[in-house]
């Protein structure tokens, strides 16, 4: 029976990379499919690991309609088993809802991939309506670590080497390496929830250690930050 999955977790945990093993594991069966990015870190019209996979996509706008697509192409004699769709968490809810048509209607598994919440701990419009519509939503079991070894579960936004929680919902960037050297410019960082609450990211928090080689776990030296 077709399904709508929405496969889930924080950034860095592997799901583009579940993407497109998912695309090569049901294409060596011989079933047809078509994979969908929007926004990747590599470019338009791509679907990038970062272990340093890729496939072309159809890069996702805001006005693209899944439907019509679809319906288009099998018009035109192209089989379409399923649809790999990465960074879901970009689409808009009516693009949401498309999918699930494609599904009841048509019959095709689709695969949907993205983060559920925003630099501010805030659901993506298309994520909440995944979140409501799919038939399962699976959190991914490879688990990105915040910088103090525990699960990390917040993404963060770090400009300039300090951590923001305003601004546009809608920011490119990449996750930085935990002992990387602050630039200017945006990246993103995977927190648990203590240290995204306090926001002390990695930088923020050697250079609040006494020594450089150790970061602080004490609650005195992560103090919450007032607003």
Known sequence: MAELVFFTGTMDCGKSTLALQMDHNHASRGRAGLIFSKLDRAGESVLSSRLGLSREAIEVTDNLDFWELVVEQATNGRRIDYLICDEAQFYTPHQVEQLARLVDE??????????????????FPGSRRLIELADRTEVLQVEALCW???????????????????GDQIVVGDVGEADAEPAAQVEYEVLCRRHYMRRMTSHAARAASLSPEVLPFDLDVCPVPQR
């Open 106 to 123: 048509m019959g095709l598994d689709i695969f949907a991939f993205g983060i559920t919440a925003d630099f501010r701990a805030e659901l």
């Open 148 to 166: 103090c070894g525990r699960t990390a579960t917040h993404n963060a936004r770090v400009v300039d080497g300090v951590m923001v929680v305003e």
